[in-house]
């Protein structure tokens, strides 16, 4: 539904984007990650058609974004960040504009903006001058914007930036509910949204991408080796010689008494045997379960790599 | 043209919600009453030419302000981001932005409609020169605010749009007067380009469809330039 291809753009002689490719399928929803000034939105504004690429090309549902840009316009809403929005129209006045300019038949256009309304909850303040609510509320008009007109492909620069946490769970379950039907890029700055809402994650950082994967996967791969805790009820004196001399093992530590933490391959899931052998000695098995790097430390871990890196070569 | 009118809708809504443009109507209105006043009242001439001309002449700084904020300020607040990615070109956006502001014009313009009724109640005008004179206001103002929307596709700052509109607009007024300096071709080059020149026998009512070409030419020409500055910006 999506193809970046070396997509490359610097303003003046700063460059945003150096090298950046992925895609997406159609109906995914694709969380956009990195620190700032990463060129996350100046990607986006190139996907919208707003800024042209210096090299390499982007296609939108099969349209090109720099020569068929009206074909890639109409199946596009974008939310910008910070939601640039009319402070002197009313709610519904500035819906129905949008409607008109983005080809909704005028019939269907107050029906269009009903529904946009009711799902970015902001019925309530439909005939309120934008430029009297509050941010949050004008973030979501900026969604309401992005999906009045049901397009295929949703691009939303930050939409959860300044909406409180009940509305940041209500627009959460609104985007997820978009995939499938609609394909969905969405940059953020709160990780645990991505491992929430997406289905697979791009992190970029200084203008290049760092990795690309599910959540799930990212977390695993980083770690190299998967660790299982395992707490057991009794006494076991003679557990750590035995956990090691099993096949697959690379390591086991005690955490905690009657805690220990079991390594492996990441490639091999052990559960199942150690719980065997747990059980068959009679140790009493209280807990089992693979730990989890959180995403947080895989984003930390990628983005200042690689300024380790850089700092080695220089 | 569907996109054109929704956007001209939109302007015409900023205009109508905006402080700007109430003072600008009423200074409008103020002036014109004056210079009616002493001309109908004190002069006893049941005549509109010299209100007519006096209104040319406001334009040259009521134009550049109306026009100011058209792409200027969806500049400064991001908007622009929005309305250019939507299905909506350059030149659709350009027209429709400008056909705002002509309507924001005409509408200052329909207010002082009382001015020449009260001729034809009191007195025995020509009705002929009446029409004409607001044609030719209108056109005159339309390529004003044609100029004044190319200076705002240009300067990311109301005021600098305002400027740079006023000073091409006053730059083309003054061409018929330093049209004398020279010799007969380059006077008759220079007095074709000058924007009063045309205007002239519209207040005497006469229509001639050279004057007609003239505006119409130009307004398409310099909203031809917008076009293509809006186009090249983005690729800044
Ligand atoms: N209009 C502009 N003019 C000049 N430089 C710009 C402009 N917009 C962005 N940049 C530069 O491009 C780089 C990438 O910016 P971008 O806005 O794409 O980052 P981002 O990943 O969205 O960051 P954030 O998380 O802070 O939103 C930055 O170094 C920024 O300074
Ligand atoms: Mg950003």
């Not at chain 2, 005008?125 to 004179?133: A, K, T, V």
Request: net charge neutral.
């Amino acid at each position: 539904m999506i193809e970046v291809k070396n997509l490359v753009r610097s303003y003046g002689l700063q460059p945003a984007v150096r090298d950046i490719s992925f895609s997406v399928q159609e109906g995914e929803i694709l969380g956009f990650l990195g620190p700032n000034a990463a060129g996350k939105s100046t990607t986006m504004k190139i996907l919208a058609g707003f800024l042209p690429a210096n090299s390499g090309s982007a296609t939108v549902a099969g349209f090109d974004v720099s020569t068929q840009s009206i074909e890639v316009r109409k199946r596009l809403g974008y939310l910008p960040e910070n939601a640039p929005l009319y402070p002197d129209m009313t709610v519904s006045d500035y819906l129905k504009f949008h409607a008109r300019i983005k080809g909704i038949p005028s019939r269907q256009i107050t029906q269009k903006v009903q529904a946009a309304l009711e799902k970015c909850f902001i019925v309530e303040v439909k005939n309120k001058l934008i430029g009297k609510l509050s941010k949050g509320y004008r973030q979501r008009v900026g969604l309401a914007q992005a999906l009045i007109h049901d397009p295929q492909v949703l691009i939303l620069d930050e939409p959860t930036v300044g909406l409180d946490p009940v509305a940041i769970k209500e627009t959460r379950d609104l985007i997820k509910s978009l995939g499938g039907k609609h394909t969905v890029i969405l940059s953020t700055h709160i990780l645990p949204e991505v491992s929430m809402t997406c289905g697979r994650v791009v992190i970029i950082h200084k203008g290049k991408v760092v990795a690309e994967d599910t959540p799930e996967n990212l977390t695993t791969k980083l770690q190299g080796v998967r660790s299982i805790y395992l707490e057991v009820k009794n006494e076991a004196p003679n557990l750590l010689a035995e956990l090691s001399a099993i096949q697959g093992v690379n390591r086991v530590s005690i955490t905690q008494a009657q805690s220990y933490l079991v390594e492996t391959r990441q490639d091999l899931d052990l559960r199942d045997e150690l719980a065997r052998w747990v059980v068959n000695k009679g140790y009493g098995l209280i807990e089992l379960r693979t730990e989890k790097v959180s995403l947080e430390d895989v984003f930390v871990q990628l983005t200042t790599q690689e300024s380790e890196e850089e700092l080695t070569h220089a | 043209m569907h996109n054109i009118l929704a956007i001209t809708r939109k302007e015409l809504h900023h205009y109508f919600s905006s402080p700007i443009a109430y003072a600008l109507a009423t200074m409008f209105l103020f002036i014109n009453g004056f210079v009616f006043l002493m001309v109908v009242y004190f002069q006893q001439q049941a005549d509109m030419s010299v209100v007519t001309m006096n209104m040319g002449v406001i334009f040259l700084f009521l134009c550049p302000l109306i026009s100011m904020r058209l792409f200027s300020e969806e500049r400064r607040t991001g908007t622009m981001e929005l309305l250019m990615t939507a299905p909506v070109t350059e030149t659709q956006a350009v027209l429709g932005k400008f056909l705002g502001a002509v309507g924001m014009l005409a509408a200052m313009l329909a207010l002082t409609f009382h001015l020449p009724l009260f001729l034809i109640l009191f007195g025995k005008p020509d009705i002929g020169p009446l029409w004409s004179s607001y044609l030719g206001l209108l056109l005159l103002g339309s390529g004003y605010l044609a100029l004044g929307l190319l200076a705002s596709s240009l300067a990311k700052n109301q005021v600098v749009a305002a400027v740079t509109g006023f000073g091409m607009i006053l730059f083309l007024w003054l061409l018929s007067a330093s049209g004398d300096i020279f010799s007969p071709p380059v006077t008759d080059i220079l007095k074709y380009l000058s924007f009063f020149e045309h205007f002239g026998d519209f207040t005497k009512g006469v229509l001639d469809t050279r004057h007609l070409i003239f505006y119409l030419s130009f307004i398409g020409y310099v909203l031809y330039l917008s076009v293509l500055s809006i186009r090249n910006r983005k690729w800044r």
